[in-house]
């Protein structure tokens, strides 16, 4: 099946279901450098550029408090006048999510890379969607997620160590998970942290988009390039020591992502001026689509997998 397809794996009632693209742009921003990152296809040209993010300036750390930089323009996202869906399919949810009302800056102490998450929300004609809930959520440098599910009915998911590796700080956090409205623009911008990896699974961010009636809920994944994963994984002081991941995204071995095609999965990337991190990318949708087809994903082993942590249940997605 072409990327160019209806998707579902998704959460509906009997109201509009949606199609999803993920169409960066090739735009600088203000206070990045000239830079465009990964393996990214252009919805205007069809072209692709394949390449690391080039580093003009040694990459910074710690929380959120070394970006300096304002958000980019909307302009960075440079939708076509004609716009062309390159559809995604939806991705798992995986039994690490939970809903958190963390809004914009969603570290919560935790360290790693800082990172600028800028999303624009856009229809078939690259009009923006305002009023649309997009959540995100990742794990730690370690490679675990945050698990306090204490106000929520399915705390019984993070029972054992799939999830939070039976850390007892993790389960009493929310740390790298959020929830913002989309604005006039269909934007929204998030202060995080560039996540760390866990065996099986090349390193990602889960994301989902609500309707502004909450009727309607797509899920899917975003992912980095080899040779940036690759360069923080092994040079940078907060990832380092783990070294690089067991799973590269171009390996074939990751159970969401596919071995080749993967470009509309990709955010693009740019080193600010800063020394942080900019991640950014465009969120397509259809609301009068149908679904014809369920999302799948596959089991890895835990967060936190290679230090120990038991193997995952053969029924648990990540």
């Known amino acids: 099946m072409s990327r160019r397809r209806l998707i579902g794996g998704m959460l509906v009632t009997p109201a509009a279901t949606v199609l999803l693209n993920a169409c960066g ?14 393996t990214s296809t252009s919805a205007a040209t069809g072209t692709s550029t394949t390449g690391a993010v080039p580093a003009t300036a040694a990459w910074a ?35 690490c999510y939970f809903q958190s009302d963390t809004g914009e800056d ?16 856009v229809d078939t004609g690259c009009a923006p969607l305002e009023g649309y809930t997009i959540e995100v959520w990742h794990c730690d440098t370690a490679g675990i997620y945050s698990g306090d599910t204490s106000d929520s009915d399915d705390a019984a998911r993070f029972a054992g160590s799939f999830c939070t590796a039976d850390d007892a700080e993790a389960v009493e956090s929310t740390w790298f998970r959020g929830q913002l409205t989309t604005d006039a623009d269909g934007r929204v911008n998030f202060k995080t942290c560039f996540p760390g990896w866990y065996a099986g699974r090349t390193i990602h961010i889960h994301f989902a988009v609500t309707d502004p009636d909450g009727t309607t809920r797509v899920i899917s994944q975003w992912c980095f390039p080899d040779e940036f994963t690759e360069e923080i994984c092994t040079t940078h002081d907060l990832y380092a020591d783990r070294g690089a991941q067991d799973t ?13 095609d993967y470009d509309v999965y990709l955010l693009d990337l740019e080193q ?27 089991g890895g082993t835990p967060p936190g997998g290679g230090n120990g942590a038991p193997p995952a249940s053969p029924d648990q997605d990540t």
């Open 106 to 121: 969603i570290p919560e102490g935790r360290t790693g890379l800082p990172m600028q998450l800028a999303v624009q929300l």
């Open 61 to 95: 750390s710690g929380g959120t408090d070394p970006i300096t930089v304002d958000y980019p323009a909307t302009s960075i996202f440079a939708n076509a006048s004609t716009c062309e869906l390159s559809l995604t399919p939806a991705e798992t949810e995986g039994p």
């Open 248 to 260: 590269p995204l171009g390996g074939g071995t990751d159970t969401v992502f596919p071995a080749d």
């Open 25 to 38: 742009g090739e735009s600088t921003s203000t206070g990045s450098t000239a830079t465009t990152g990964a």
């Open 272 to 298: 600010n001026s800063d020394g942080t991190l900019l991640g950014y990318g465009v969120i397509q949708i259809d609301p009068t689509a149908v679904a014809t087809e369920s999302g799948s994903g596959g």
